[in-house]
């Protein structure tokens, strides 16, 4: 019988099971959302605030930015706006292997550039690992309080997460790691050091016993630079089981440019270069990192700026009578908050002042905040409003 109905939905009504929904993977379809962060704009119009109002110590951005200006040069352009303007081949693809950034980064870390891939910022490295190691169904073991992103990657690659959640003094329970490993059988494990959220460092004697177990490690130094202590990059020529990820971002301030690098055991890389996006660092990004590293001098000064005001913070948060803050090798402070103060009400109460920072309101951490190291104001202006809400 023909129908009278307009054709498009004719087709519609033959398809009413097929939502859009039926199309995606059962496991992504259980998901939950990443809880993305507002962009500087959308917050500035929600606080009524102008960015520059905004004391932004929420995500452990470096505050200095990326070099202002080449010591060569007489004038007085930004040295990576200029580089950026100068760019020669926009409307080229870029280099699908990065070359003179790993050159660049060979230099830098001391480490030959064959075993260095770089990213889209770190983040897409771990994805990248991940989809390289893991089948549908397969284990990885994550120490929790840590960087989330490690477990959010792991459920899209459709991967199982067993945590084996850190000691009190948030150091890992390598006892209770090594019982995991012999039990599950997990491919990988992710290890942060220093840690994120708290600063913290892994001792050389627990990543060695854990390099003695049959899965890959792993070991993500996002701020490395902050700690004092040289990175293992190096150590991935020695051990077959061992990946280093770091990036710009912390260090030189380019966490809106996007770019990361890891290092890896040549057994391991030759398959991750089978398994990238073939552009997936921009030209604008690598012209940015080879910039910032070109500017050595700059990097180190910033680098010791957020030391210096690292450990004046420290002491300052010390004396606010709600606050414990845990010792730091990073460019953050975690802070227990006491004395019956609540603290999501603590970051409410701060983001109304302008102030941001984050706060942990979950089950694994849960009465804590996290204030990134800022510029020397930022930290008088954070503690001017502490003191106002004592
Ligand atoms: C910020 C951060 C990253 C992400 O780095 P990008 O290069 O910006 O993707 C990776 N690991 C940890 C622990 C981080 O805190």
């Given at each position: 019988?023909?129908?009278?109905?307009?054709l498009?939905?004719?087709?519609?009504q033959g398809?009413?099971?097929?939502?859009?929904?039926?199309?995606?993977?059962?496991?992504l379809?259980?998901?939950?959302?990443y809880?993305?962060?507002?962009?500087f704009e959308?917050?500035?119009?929600?606080?009524?605030?102008?960015?520059?109002?905004?004391i932004k110590?929420d995500?452990?951005?470096?505050?200095?930015?990326?070099p202002?200006?080449?010591?060569?040069?007489?004038?007085?352009?930004?040295?990576?706006?200029?580089?950026?303007?100068?760019l020669?081949?926009?409307?080229?693809?870029?280099?699908?292997?990065s070359?003179?950034?790993?050159?660049?980064?060979?230099?830098?870390?001391?480490?030959e550039?064959?075993?260095?891939l770089?990213?889209?910022?770190?983040?897409?490295l771990?994805?990248?690992?991940?989809?390289?190691?893991?089948?549908?169904?397969d284990?990885?073991?994550?120490?929790?309080?840590?960087?989330?992103?490690?477990?959010?990657d792991?459920?899209?690659?459709?991967?199982?997460v067993?945590?084996?959640?850190?000691?009190?003094d948030?150091?890992?329970?390598?006892?209770?790691i090594a019982d995991a490993?012999?039990?599950?059988?997990?491919k990988?494990?992710?290890?942060?050091?220093?840690?994120?959220p708290?600063?913290?460092?892994?001792?050389?004697?627990d990543?060695?016993k854990?390099?003695?177990?049959?899965?890959?490690v792993?070991?993500?130094?996002?701020y490395i630079e902050?700690?004092?202590?040289?990175s293992?990059?190096?150590?991935?020529?020695?051990?077959?089981?061992?990946?280093?990820?770091r990036?710009?971002?912390?260090r030189a301030?380019?966490?809106?440019?996007?770019?990361?690098?890891?290092a890896?055991?040549?057994?391991?890389i030759?398959?991750?270069?089978r398994?990238k996006?073939?552009?997936?660092?921009?030209?604008a990004?690598?012209?940015?990192?080879c910039?910032?590293?070109?500017?050595?001098?700059?990097?180190?000064?910033?680098?010791?700026?957020?030391i210096?005001?690292?450990?004046r913070l420290?002491?300052?948060?010390?004396e606010?009578?709600f606050?414990?803050?845990?010792?730091?090798?990073?460019?953050?402070i975690?802070c227990?908050?006491?004395s019956?103060?609540?603290?999501?009400?603590l970051?409410e109460?701060?983001?109304?002042?302008?102030?941001m920072?984050?706060h942990y309101d979950?089950?694994?951490?849960k009465?804590?905040?996290?204030v990134?190291?800022g510029?020397p104001?930022?930290?008088?202006?954070l503690m001017?409003?502490?003191?106002?809400?004592?």
């Amino acid at each position: 019988m023909a129908s009278s109905m307009p054709l498009d939905q004719q087709v519609n009504q033959g398809q009413q099971s097929l939502t859009g929904d039926s199309f995606i993977r059962q496991h992504l379809r259980k998901l939950s959302p990443y809880q993305p962060i507002l962009p500087f704009e959308v917050l500035s119009i929600k606080l009524g605030r102008k960015p520059e109002d905004i004391i932004k110590i929420d995500a452990n951005e470096n505050p200095y930015g990326p070099p202002p200006e080449a010591s060569n040069m007489q004038h007085h352009t930004p040295f990576l706006i200029q580089a950026l303007g100068q760019l020669k081949f926009p409307y080229i693809y870029p280099d699908p292997e990065s070359r003179r950034l790993r050159d660049a980064l060979s230099k830098d870390s001391g480490l030959e550039s064959n075993h260095i891939l770089v990213g889209c910022g770190a983040d897409e490295l771990i994805d990248l690992i991940m989809r390289c190691v893991l089948d549908p169904g397969d284990k990885i073991v994550d120490c929790p309080p840590t960087f989330t992103m490690y477990e959010f990657d792991a459920a899209v690659n459709g991967a199982h997460v067993i945590k084996v959640p850190r000691k009190s003094d948030f150091s890992l329970n390598v006892e209770l790691i090594a019982d995991a490993v012999e039990r599950e059988k997990p491919k990988c494990i992710f290890l942060t050091s220093p840690n994120n959220p708290d600063g913290s460092i892994i001792n050389e004697q627990d990543l060695f016993k854990i390099l003695e177990m049959p899965i890959l490690v792993v070991l993500d130094e996002a701020y490395i630079e902050f700690s004092g202590l040289e990175s293992k990059m190096k150590w991935v020529k020695k051990h077959d089981n061992l990946i280093v990820l770091r990036t710009f971002s912390k260090r030189a301030g380019l966490a809106g440019l996007r770019v990361g690098y890891g290092a890896f055991p040549l057994s391991i890389i030759e398959y991750l270069w089978r398994a990238k996006q073939p552009y997936n660092v921009s030209v604008a990004a690598e012209v940015a990192a080879c910039a910032a590293l070109q500017n050595a001098t700059y990097l180190e000064n910033v680098k010791e700026m957020l030391i210096q005001e690292r450990e004046r913070l420290f002491k300052l948060l010390k004396e606010i009578p709600f606050l414990n803050p845990y010792p730091s090798y990073s460019n953050f402070i975690l802070c227990e908050v006491t004395s019956g103060k609540n603290a999501k009400k603590l970051k409410e109460d701060l983001a109304k002042m302008g102030v941001m920072i984050r706060h942990y309101d979950k089950k694994e951490m849960k009465g804590y905040v996290r204030v990134s190291v800022g510029k020397p104001e930022h930290t008088n202006a954070l503690m001017k409003c502490l003191k106002s809400l004592s």
